[in-house]
């Protein structure tokens, strides 16, 4: 029986930072996916399997957790819409379909807890596999908490260029530090956010957004955001959203909004180093699969 699973992955994070010394984010989940087949059959050795390293550890995680010895490798399939490096949370989400498929294939469903251990078994991790929107611990999961769901918004995607290894950026020395030290501005943005979701508020979710990009500036300075955010105030944009540890940034609309187009041309006029990636909506589907 084959499996076919897929998962979001997100526009950087409404929020990230720390409340009282406890690190989390926010996850913002876009229409944008990973999807894993279970028990595909296809004329390919193991070593060619179309897992990438972080999804076939997943795998093996998987069977680890749920102490199963398989005879031999069973064939999981990753495909993705997600860009890789950029902080569009596409290992994350590489990792949460192919750790769900294998134990479908082995006729176990994980929990969103136990497919969070996993996860984070591996790398800090995105929750966007988490349906609606999460405030999540993102290097232990200490905190797993939904907040509610999103409003539907459109989100245009810049990117400032070159690629972030979230592993590598969460050892910095310097981090906990300059995370702390941002703490009254995220508590200011995450009580926007959560009034936001509320009332369905979409331009307290963006001002909630907006904060919390400026206020990461010390720890990852992108230096287009202000004319960015000032190009999307003039066209009606509602906030602006980052990749905390990547390198995009977006401006988050109204999804009836008609204007996005002109938005793009005088961003690509203005700033012409950032690169247009996308234009997405946001979700609060979470990992979903179908047995075919």
């Known amino acids: 029986m084959t499996y076919h699973v897929r998962a979001p992955g997100t526009c950087g994070e409404f929020i990230q930072g720390s409340m009282q010394g406890q690190s989390f984010l926010v996850t913002c989940p876009i229409n944008r996916y990973s999807y894993a087949m279970s028990d595909v059959s296809y004329p390919l050795k193991r070593s060619m399997c179309a897992l990438q390293p972080k999804a076939y550890l997943a795998y093996e995680r998987t069977l680890e957790y749920l102490e199963i010895q398989p005879e031999q490798f069973s064939p999981i399939y990753v495909r993705s819409d997600i860009i890789q490096g950029k902080g569009m949370a596409s290992s994350s989400a590489d990792i949460s379909v192919t750790a769900m498929a294998t134990a479908l294939a082995y006729g176990r469903r994980l929990s969103m807890k136990e497919l969070e251990k ?104 992108k230096p287009h955001l202000y004319i960015f955010h000032d190009i999307g105030i003039r066209y009606k944009s509602v906030g602006t959203i980052i990749a905390h540890s990547g390198t995009i940034m977006g401006l988050l609309f109204p999804n009836d909004y008609s204007g996005i187009a002109d938005c793009i041309y005088e961003i690509k006029q203005n700033l012409p180093t950032l690169t247009y990636i996308d234009t997405v909506e946001t979700t609060c589907e979470g990992i979903t699969f179908v047995k075919r």
């Open 118 to 221: 996993i996860c984070l078994s591996i790398e800090p991790t995105d929750a966007s596999f988490y349906p609606s929107i999460i405030q999540f611990d993102y290097q232990s999961g200490r905190i797993s908490k939904s907040l509610g769901v999103c409003p539907p918004m459109k989100i245009v995607i810049f990117d400032e260029g070159g690629t972030i290894d979230t592993v590598d950026f969460n050892k910095r020395t310097d981090l906990s530090a300059l995370i702390r030290e941002k703490e009254p501005f995220i508590e200011e943005a995450i009580n926007y956010f959560i009034q936001g979701l509320e009332l369905h508020d979409i331009s307290l979710i963006g001002q909630a957004a907006t904060i919390s990009a400026f206020a990461n500036q010390r720890i990852l300075h």
